[in-house]
């Protein structure tokens, strides 16, 4: 039998601001899965009391539950290079990228996992645009502009990626040892496109896994114009410079 120690490392990087509604339940639902996977919340100050609820369920899963702190709403790309700088020093295997507010269903670690580990992916994305539109609660509005914002950033990227602002994600840590992430330009919304659009240069293999995308029930969306505006205009400039300057990558 395999020895519990040999067995892939696994870490899921939760950003957080104001999430109190949601973090226990989805917490749970992680250590839940038939799989062993340890947690990372990157709590961006959070007045709610946020972070205080996942330091009370460390008494709980003080061996899978982690929590690193921030001084203020630093954005959602920053965090997740926080996160990622954290799970290098800390040897994981497999770095998945999830939502707190079940946007993202938990069971389908499994099938990004699986992707990576069993397929032979670099990356696996959880697409909600690969086989069709599926997604739940989004008003039309929003579900034309995000499906538009996919086909435009592949249009301009030539990424064969039908759900490229996806933010549910599993990355074999071969590609974050290999992307430069002090040169992660972007924040917000855009963040998604550039580490994919990042991927993609440098030629690891990228998959993308149909998901089923739920809008939150519980708590606030943090989308915003400005987010948005920072994907359509940042793309461009992305790609141009990736085309005739010295573009690190």
């Given at each position: 039998?395999?020895?519990?120690?040999?067995?892939?490392?696994?870490?899921v990087?939760?950003?957080?601001?104001?999430?109190?509604?949601?973090?226990?339940?989805?917490?749970?639902?992680?250590?839940?899965?038939?799989?062993k996977?340890?947690?990372?919340?990157v709590?961006?100050?959070?007045?709610?009391?946020?972070?205080?609820a996942?330091?009370?369920?460390?008494?709980?899963?003080?061996?899978?539950?982690?929590?690193e702190?921030?001084?203020?709403?630093l954005?959602?790309?920053?965090?997740?290079?926080?996160?990622?700088?954290w799970?290098?020093?800390k040897?994981?295997?497999?770095?998945?990228?999830?939502?707190?507010?079940?946007s993202?269903?938990?069971?389908?670690?499994?099938?990004?996992?699986?992707?990576?580990?069993?397929?032979?992916?670099?990356?696996?994305i959880?697409?909600?645009?690969?086989t069709?539109?599926?997604?739940?609660?989004?008003?039309?509005?929003?579900v034309?502009?995000?499906?538009l914002?996919?086909k435009?950033?592949?249009l301009?990227?030539?990424?064969?990626?039908?759900?490229t602002t996806?933010?549910?994600?599993c990355?074999?840590?071969?590609?974050?040892?290999?992307?430069?992430?002090?040169?992660?330009?972007?924040?917000?919304?855009a963040?998604?496109?550039?580490?994919?659009?990042?991927?993609?240069?440098?030629?690891f293999?990228?998959?993308?896994?149909?998901?089923?995308?739920?809008?939150?029930?519980?708590?606030?969306?943090?989308?915003?114009?400005?987010?948005?505006?920072?994907?359509?205009?940042?793309?461009?400039?992305?790609?141009?410079?990736?085309?005739f300057?010295?573009?690190?990558?």
């Open positions: 039998m395999l020895k519990i120690e040999n067995m892939p490392k696994a870490l990087i939760i950003p957080t601001y104001n999430e109190i509604e949601n973090i226990d339940e989805i917490l749970r639902a992680v250590f839940a899965l038939p799989r996977y340890d947690v990372l919340v709590d961006d100050g959070s007045p709610d009391g946020t972070s205080e996942v330091e009370k369920l460390q008494t709980e899963f003080s061996s899978q539950l982690f929590i702190k921030r001084l203020g709403k954005g959602l790309g920053t965090a997740y290079i926080h996160g990622f700088k799970a290098l020093q040897d994981y295997d497999f770095i998945f990228e999830m939502d707190a507010d079940f993202h269903n938990p069971n389908d670690l499994l099938k990004l996992q699986d992707a990576c580990e069993i397929e032979g992916a670099d990356l696996a959880g697409s909600r645009y690969k069709g539109v599926n997604v739940v609660n989004w008003p039309m509005s929003r034309l502009l995000s499906w914002a996919s435009y950033v592949r301009i990227t030539s990424m064969n990626i039908s759900d996806a933010g549910f994600v990355y074999k840590r071969n590609v974050l040892e290999k992307i430069n992430l002090d040169k992660i330009q972007f924040v917000g919304y963040f998604q496109i550039e580490m994919k659009f990042k991927a993609y240069l440098h030629k293999t990228i998959v993308e896994v149909p998901v089923i995308f739920t809008d939150r029930t519980k708590g606030e969306s943090k989308m915003s114009g400005g987010i948005i505006s920072e994907a359509i205009f940042g793309v461009i400039s992305m790609k141009f410079k990736s085309m300057t010295k573009y690190e990558i």
